[in-house]
Nanobody
């Protein structure tokens, strides 16, 4: 059974930093990443990381956010991190981790979501 369990999140002041983590288990995963859903808006991509550690980010977070990953040697668990710095009120959203299975049909799995609020 595939599980993605997120932790972290909370309230932070503008300019502050926060980190999220997500432990994925139950499958062998290819790309992993983070999405977010701001209030009243649709879910949007934040960034992704492949098994080799190569990352991609959307322009709005480039230079402020960093994604990292630990691949379990036995593939039992994989952990993906989102380190956020220089946070802005516009970063307020529910953040979701994502993991795609490495084999066809390349199913997407999602974490439960965690709230990040940037406010003074």
């Amino acid at each position: 059974q595939v599980q993605l369990v997120e932790s972290g999140g909370g309230l932070v002041q503008p300019g502050g930093s926060l980190s999220l983590s997500c432990v994925a288990s139950g499958n062998i995963f290819g790309d992993m990443g983070w999405y977010r859903q701001p209030p009243g808006k649709e879910r949007e991509l934040v960034g992704t990381i492949d098994r080799g550690g190569r990352t991609k980010y959307v322009d709005s977070v480039t230079g402020r956010f960093a994604i990292a990953r630990d691949n379990a040697r036995d593939n039992v668990k994989n952990t993906v991190y989102l380190h956020m710095a220089s946070l802005e009120p516009g970063d307020t959203a529910v953040y979701y981790c994502n993991a795609r299975s490495m084999m066809p049909p390349f199913t997407d799995y999602w974490g439960q979501g965690t709230q990040v609020t940037v406010s003074s």
